[in-house]
């Protein structure tokens, strides 16, 4: 059974960092791109920063760009999101999405995954 589990959200103060962890089971993810979204309270989900796994070519989101961080690490299957200088507006659940046949700007379009995870809430508030 294919499975993606996240891990790693919490309450951090604004300024402060976290990082998010998406372990993935089931299979070898060689093909796919796999992906952090995130949905804030009575707000559409929004991409945030992508990775593919075979080159590590990695992709993100403008609101993000700078101060989050994608990673994955072959060996445990698991990808990771550093996030840094966090702020209000990063309060969200996280989810991690797996796909394959993704190319350049489609990244960002959740209806091109087909795997995901439960997600992990991070909250941003002093």
């Known amino acids: 059974q294919v499975q993606l589990v996240e891990s790693g959200g919490g309450l951090v103060q604004p300024g402060g960092s976290l990082r998010l962890s998406c372990a993935a089971s089931?299979?070898?993810?060689?093909?796919?791109?796999m992906t952090w979204f995130r949905q804030a309270p009575g707000k559409e989900r929004e991409s945030v920063a992508a990775?593919?796994?075979?080159?590590?070519?990695?992709y993100y989101s403008d609101s993000v760009k700078g101060r989050f961080t994608i990673s994955r690490d072959n060996a445990k299957n698991t990808m990771y999101l550093q996030m840094n200088s966090l702020v209000s507006e990063d309060t969200a659940v996280y989810y991690c999405?797996?796909?394959?046949?993704?190319?350049?700007?489609?990244?960002?379009?959740?209806?091109?995954?087909?795997?995901w995870g439960q997600g992990t809430q991070v909250t941003v508030s002093s």
């Open positions: 089931g299979r070898t993810f060689s093909g796919y791109v």
């Open positions: 990775i593919r796994w075979s080159s590590s070519t990695t």
């Open positions: 999405a797996a796909g394959t046949q993704i190319y350049g700007s489609s990244w960002s379009n959740g209806r091109n995954y087909n795997i």
